[in-house]
C-alpha cells in the first residue's frame, strides 16, 4: 500500500492471456513457495503475531518461508526490493538477482492479512497467504519496475477508489474490501479472516476464532 494517509493505493499487476490460470486478470504480486526459501535468512522476521496467526491451521514452521516468498515473489514480479542492505555468503539459484543488489531481505514490515483456498474445480488450487506492506518499507524507487520479470504486465499503482474498473477474481476483490478496512491502521490485525473452500463446503472463518459477524 502507498499513500496510506492520503489517497491510498495498491500495487497490481495483468496476468497474460495464455496463463492457465486467471488469465488477463489484475492481481497482486506473489506465487509459490520453493524448496529453497525455508533456508533464506531473513535480516528481521515477521512481526510475533503474524508469526502466530500464520501458525493456526497450517503445518508448522510455515511463517518463515512463507514471508521469504512474498519477498521472493515481489522482486522476481516486480523488481522492487523489500529488505535491508547486507552481504549473501551462498544465495540459492532463485535469489542471486536479488543477492547481487547488495541486499538481504527483511520481512519486519509484511503483515499478514488474508488467507484463502482455491475452490474445487480450477485448473489449479492454492492455500495462499496475503500479506500487505507499506511502499514506505520498500528499499528501491517504487516506482522503478525495470528489473521485474514479464510475469505480470501493467504494473502500476492504483487508487482504492479506482480498482472497480479493473477485473480481478473475485477472492482479490475480497481481500481487497479487508485492505481498505485496515488503510488506516498499520499494525498487524489482531484475528485474520480465511476463506476456507475444502472439497465438501466452503467456510469464511477468522484465524483466532472470531466468526466472520463483524
Known amino acids: 500500500?502507498?499513500?496510506?494517509?492520503?489517497?491510498?493505493?495498491?500495487?497490481?499487476?495483468?496476468?497474460?492471456?495464455?496463463?492457465?490460470?486467471?488469465p488477463?486478470?489484475?492481481?497482486?504480486?506473489?506465487?509459490a513457495v520453493d524448496r529453497e526459501d525455508?533456508?533464506?535468512?531473513?535480516?528481521?522476521?515477521?512481526?510475533p503475531l503474524c508469526q502466530t496467526r500464520l501458525s493456526e491451521d497450517s503445518r508448522a514452521g510455515m511463517?518463515?518461508?512463507?514471508?521469504?516468498?512474498?519477498?521472493?515473489?515481489?522482486?522476481?514480479?516486480?523488481?522492487l526490493i523489500l529488505g535491508a542492505p547486507g552481504?549473501?555468503?551462498?544465495?540459492?539459484?532463485?535469489?542471486?538477482?536479488?543477492?547481487?543488489?547488495?541486499?538481504?531481505?527483511d520481512a519486519s514490515a509484511l503483515r499478514f492479512v488474508f488467507r484463502a483456498i482455491t475452490p474445487p474445480g480450477r485448473p489449479r488450487r492454492f492455500d495462499?497467504?496475503?500479506?500487505?506492506v507499506d511502499?514506505?518499507?520498500?528499499?528501491?524507487?517504487?516506482?522503478?519496475?525495470?528489473?521485474?520479470?514479464?510475469?505480470l504486465s501493467h504494473l502500476q499503482w492504483i487508487g482504492l477508489e479506482e480498482l472497480r474498473h479493473f477485473d480481478m477474481p473475485f477472492i482479490t476483490e475480497v481481500v481487497l474490501a479487508e485492505v481498505t478496512a485496515l488503510t488506516?491502521?498499520?499494525?498487524?490485525?489482531?484475528?485474520?479472516?480465511?476463506?476456507?473452500?475444502?472439497?465438501?463446503?466452503?467456510?469464511?472463518?477468522?484465524l483466532k476464532g472470531y466468526p466472520m459477524t463483524e
Open 24 to 31: 488477463n486478470k489484475f492481481v497482486f504480486p506473489g506465487g
Open 38 to 47: 525455508a533456508d533464506v535468512p531473513l535480516t528481521r522476521p515477521l512481526p
Open 184 to 206: 488506516h491502521d498499520g499494525a498487524p490485525p489482531a484475528s485474520v479472516p480465511f476463506f476456507r473452500n475444502d472439497d465438501e463446503e466452503s467456510l469464511f472463518l477468522r
Open 135 to 151: 511502499a514506505d518499507a520498500i528499499a528501491t524507487n517504487p516506482d522503478d519496475f525495470s528489473a521485474a520479470s514479464d510475469e
Open 1 to 22: 500500500m502507498r499513500d496510506r494517509d492520503s489517497a491510498p493505493r495498491i500495487l497490481m499487476g495483468q496476468r497474460g492471456a495464455a496463463a492457465a490460470f486467471m
Open 63 to 79: 511463517a518463515h518461508p512463507l514471508a521469504v516468498a512474498a519477498i521472493r515473489e515481489l522482486w522476481e514480479e516486480t523488481g
Open 128 to 132: 495462499a497467504r496475503f500479506f500487505l
Open 87 to 105: 552481504d549473501w555468503a551462498d544465495p540459492p539459484a532463485d535469489w542471486r538477482s536479488f543477492a547481487a543488489t547488495g541486499h538481504v531481505p
